[in-house]
C-alpha cells in the first residue's frame, strides 16, 4: 500500500523555484545556482513578491512576502517550504 505524499519532493520544489527564478530574471536556469542568495543574482523586491504569489497560487500555501529574503538561498527556501508542507494547512 502506497502512502500518499503531502506535498512536491525536495528535488522537484527546488526546480520549480529555480525556473521560477530564471524566469524572474531572464536567465537560463542552469545559471542559478541553488546555494547562491538570490539577491546576487539581482532578484528584487518585486520578483520576490511575484514568487510569493506564485507559491501561493502553485501551492495553496500562504508565505510571508519577506520569504525570498528570511531565506534567501533556493537551498534554504526549498528547506522551509517543505518544512510548512510537513506541518499542514493553517499551521504556519
Same mark, same amino acid.
Given at each position: 500500500?502506497?502512502?500518499?505524499? @503531502?506535498?512536491?519532493?525536495?528535488?522537484?520544489?527546488? @526546480?520549480?523555484?529555480?525556473?521560477?527564478?530564471?524566469?524572474?530574471?531572464?536567465?537560463?536556469? *542552469?545559471?542559478? &545556482?541553488? @546555494?547562491?542568495?538570490?539577491?546576487?543574482?539581482?532578484?528584487?523586491?518585486?520578483?520576490?513578491?511575484?514568487?510569493?504569489? &506564485?507559491?501561493?497560487?502553485?501551492?495553496?500555501?500562504?508565505?510571508?512576502?519577506?520569504?525570498?529574503? &528570511?531565506?534567501? @538561498?533556493?537551498?534554504?527556501?526549498? *528547506?522551509?517550504?517543505?518544512?510548512?508542507?510537513?506541518?499542514?494547512? *493553517?499551521?504556519?
Amino acid at each position: 500500500m502506497s502512502v500518499p505524499t @503531502t506535498g512536491p519532493t525536495a528535488q522537484s520544489l527546488s @526546480t520549480w523555484i529555480i525556473e521560477r527564478i530564471a524566469g524572474y530574471l531572464q536567465r537560463p536556469a *542552469g545559471e542559478i &545556482d541553488p @546555494t547562491v542568495p538570490l539577491a546576487e543574482y539581482g532578484l528584487d523586491s518585486v520578483a520576490a513578491l511575484s514568487l510569493c504569489g &506564485d507559491i501561493e497560487e502553485d501551492f495553496d500555501l500562504v508565505v510571508e512576502p519577506t520569504v525570498a529574503w &528570511d531565506y534567501p @538561498t533556493v537551498e534554504a527556501l526549498t *528547506g522551509h517550504l517543505l518544512e510548512e508542507f510537513a506541518a499542514g494547512p *493553517g499551521a504556519a
